[in-house]
Nanobody, 118 residues
Framework: QLVESGGGLVQPGGSLRLSCAAS????????IGWFRQAPGKERERIAC????????KYADSVKGRFTISRDNAKNTVYLQMSSLKPADTAIYSC?????????????WGQGTQVTVSS
C-alpha cells in the first residue's frame, strides 16, 4: 500500500512537503504520480516522475511552484509545494503508475488533506 503524509493547514504563500511511502512492494519499480481532488472537481494529475527520477512533468497549475522527487533508497516519493494558494486546497494522493504519467495505477494511496487558508 501507499501512505501519504505531510498535509495540513497552511497560510497562502506558505510551503508544505508531502511524502508518499510504500509498504509491501518496491516503489522503485514504478513511475509515480501525485494527484489532487478538490470538492466538486475532478481528480487532477499534478506531477509525475520516472522510475529513475530523471524525468518529471507538471500540470500548468503547479509548474514552477511544486517539485516532485524520489529517494529510492528510502522507498519514498516527495512533493515539495511552495507559494501555496487557496486554489491548491484539495486531497492529495500518490499512485504507483502503470506507465510514466498515466492516469491508471497499480497502487493508490488514501490521500492527505491540504488546506490553504488565512
Amino acid at each position: 500500500q501507499l501512505v501519504e503524509s505531510g498535509g495540513g493547514l497552511v497560510q497562502p504563500g506558505g510551503s508544505l512537503r508531502l511524502s508518499c511511502a510504500a509498504s509491501g512492494f518496491t516503489l522503485n519499480a514504478y513511475p509515480i504520480g501525485w494527484f489532487r481532488q478538490a470538492p466538486g472537481k475532478e481528480r487532477e494529475r499534478i506531477a509525475c516522475i520516472s522510475v529513475s527520477g530523471s524525468i518529471t512533468k507538471y500540470a500548468d497549475s503547479v509548474k514552477g511552484r511544486f517539485t516532485i522527487s524520489r529517494d529510492n533508497a528510502k522507498n519514498t516519493v516527495y512533493l515539495q509545494m511552495s507559494s501555496l494558494k487557496p486554489a491548491d486546497t484539495a486531497i492529495y494522493s500518490c499512485a504507483a503508475l502503470n506507465y510514466y504519467c498515466s492516469d491508471t495505477a497499480s497502487y493508490w494511496g488514501q490521500g492527505t488533506q491540504v488546506t490553504v487558508s488565512s
